[in-house]
Nanobody
Framework: VQLVESGGGSVQAGGSLRLSCTASGYTFSVDCMGWFRQAPGKEREGVAR????????WYADSVKGRFTISRDNAKNTVHLQMNNLKPDDTALYYC????????????????WGQGTQVTVS
C-alpha cells in the first residue's frame, strides 16, 4: 500500500488548509486511516483518525473543534480539513493507515505517507 499526501502549504494564523491522502496498491488491507504530525524538536502526535465506514472519528485535544477528518472510500482517499490554524500547528503532516481497528498509537499503523509540510505564521 502506498499513501500519497497533498494539500500542504503556508498560511497565516486563522487560515485554513485541506490535506488529502490517497491510498493505492493493496487497498483491501486499508481500514482505519488517519493523520499524525511531527514538528522539529517535538514528539510525534496523532492528530485524527477515522474508521472504514466513517462512523467513528477521534481527534487530538489540540485540534478538536478546528480539524475535521473525512474519507471517500470509492476513491481510497482521506481528507483533513484544518480551520483556524495556529502557529503551533506548524509541522510535517503524515497520512497513516492500517487494517482493522483504529488504535491511538501511531506506531500501530502499518502504512505511512511521505508527509506534507504545513507552515502557519
Amino acid at each position: 500500500v502506498q499513501l500519497v499526501e497533498s494539500g500542504g502549504g503556508s498560511v497565516q494564523a486563522g487560515g485554513s488548509l485541506r490535506l488529502s491522502c490517497t491510498a493505492s496498491g493493496y487497498t483491501f488491507s486499508v481500514d482505519c486511516m488517519g493523520w499524525f504530525r511531527q514538528a522539529p524538536g517535538k514528539e510525534r502526535e496523532g492528530v485524527a483518525r477515522i474508521t472504514t465506514g466513517g462512523g467513528s472519528t477521534w481527534y487530538a485535544d489540540s485540534v478538536k473543534g478546528r480539524f475535521t477528518i473525512s474519507r471517500d472510500n470509492a476513491k481510497n482517499t482521506v481528507h483533513l480539513q484544518m480551520n483556524n490554524l495556529k502557529p503551533d500547528d506548524t509541522a510535517l503532516y503524515y497520512c497513516m493507515a492500517r487494517p482493522g481497528d483504529c488504535p491511538g498509537k501511531v506506531l500501530a499503523y502499518n502504512y505511512w505517507g511521505q508527509g506534507t509540510q504545513v507552515t502557519v505564521s
